[in-house]
């Protein structure tokens, strides 16, 4: 009888708490909201005015979940009166008072609105975010502080194959079974695919089922 190969692949299908939607921003800020969160410092050598960059996103408290990760941080440029291009600074920390500096990213310029894109961070964890314009050496103020949370991360064990067992020779149409997987995090139910082919590969697959 030919070989068969079963691989089976655990799908997560529903999550439990950790989804959170999305806040949508608006693109810019309004006028009041600008004036409330804007900052401007004047270097009394150079004669340089700077403003501080408004945060646009994630916006103050958004949930955001685990998987959705890369955050990407967005803020309206500054203004300055200088002629030197500016350059932006982006800071993560663990505290509203900045003390634990996580990450800091420089920002890139996406028209009218300057980003950063931070590496994966822990999951079930509170983060606070800010960023500054700089010219010839003198640094802006930083924006308003906002904060962000991230849920919990779902890790799913690979499954175990039980029957039948390893070069197993079968007739008819034996009963593929795999022990449950180990699981953490907010995992609701669990789906389970299996797949058989007559390629170790599994460049072909003969059969397929959930």
């Given at each position: 009888m030919q070989s068969r190969f079963v691989r089976p692949l655990c799908v997560l299908v529903v999550l439990a708490a950790a989804a959170a939607c999305e806040k949508k921003a608006p693109t810019t800020p309004s006028t009041s909201a600008a004036s409330v969160e804007t900052?401007?410092?004047?270097?009394?050598?150079?004669?340089?005015?700077?403003?501080?960059?408004?945060?646009?996103?994630?916006t103050d408290g958004q949930a955001i979940r685990f998987s959705d990760q890369p955050i990407k941080l967005v803020v309206t440029s500054a203004a300055t009166t200088g002629s030197t291009a500016l350059t932006y600074t982006f800071e993560v920390a663990t505290d509203a008072a900045f003390g634990t500096i996580l990450a800091t990213k420089s920002g890139t310029d996406a028209g009218g609105q300057q980003t950063a894109t931070l590496d994966r961070l822990a999951g079930a964890k509170t983060y606070f975010w800010r960023a500054r314009a700089s010219s010839a050496g003198v640094a802006g103020p930083n924006s308003k502080a906002r904060s962000f949370q991230i849920g919990p991360e779902v890790v799913l064990q690979t499954p175990v194959p039980a029957f039948p067992a390893q070069n197993a020779t079968m007739t008819g149409s034996p009963r593929l079974t795999v022990a449950n997987v180990g699981r953490s995090g907010p995992v609701g139910q669990v789906s389970y695919r299996f797949e058989v082919s007559d390629l170790s590969s599994f460049a072909r697959t003969v059969f397929a089922g959930t």
């Open positions: 900052a401007s410092v004047t270097d009394a050598k150079l004669g340089v005015t700077l403003t501080s960059p408004v945060a646009v996103s994630p």
